[in-house]
């Protein structure tokens, strides 16, 4: 079977976007279940399981209401979701611009998820229990107030500043200190790759703008 531009770049939208959302609520469903709130374990010195929880975007920062943040990313996937529809019938972006879109759009669904569906499927409990998978509208929160799920923790170096330094002179620095999801590494790495490699296609050449549907 042969494969067009298009449904090659259809076929691959998919795939990553499939790809990502198994992979981030499988991690996230474990930790959940298996550990407990702020535990964390050292797998290598650099590299931590350490589950912890938030209301806020990428790698734990706050912005404003809950509420408006979840909203906020459900427009954001439907205008991704329709974009990548749009690259699919024009057919003329590479496949790792259109992978670079789906990890943004991937990601976003994924914490999506945790936002809209965790606080009425699980539990919440105090350390050192372990939350539960419960039935729709027994959990811990309601619909679109729940705790996005963070677990990836990467201590790479730490150092004291000296103290002849003003303001930071002897005080501990840790790089890097976020913990983050497998959602919003694909974030990064799709809005990076899009900045680093593909710049390009974020503007439209005169009589290509896209239309919708």
Known sequence: MTFTKSKRLAVIAVAVVAAVIIADQFMKFWI?????LGEDYEIFSWF????????????GFEFGSKLLLTLFR??????LCWYMNWLVKKAKVSCGYMISVALVAAGALGNIIDCV?????????APPHVAMLVPWGEGYGTLFHGLVV???YFPLFSFTWPEWLPWLGGQDFSFFDPVFN???AAITVGMFMIILFYSKYLSFEEGEKPKKV
């Not at 569906?117 to 409990?125: C, D, L, R, S, V």
Request: glycine share 6%; charged share 15%; net charge negative.
């Open 117 to 125: 569906a965790y606080g009425e499927i699980f539990t919440n409990p």
């Open 48 to 59: 931590h399981l350490r589950f912890i929880q938030n209301n806020g975007m990428a790698f």
């Open 150 to 152: 963070d677990m990836l």
């Open 182 to 184: 497998i959602a919003d």
């Open 32 to 36: 959940k279940t298996h550990f407990y």
């Open 74 to 79: 459900i427009i954001l996937v439907c205008f």
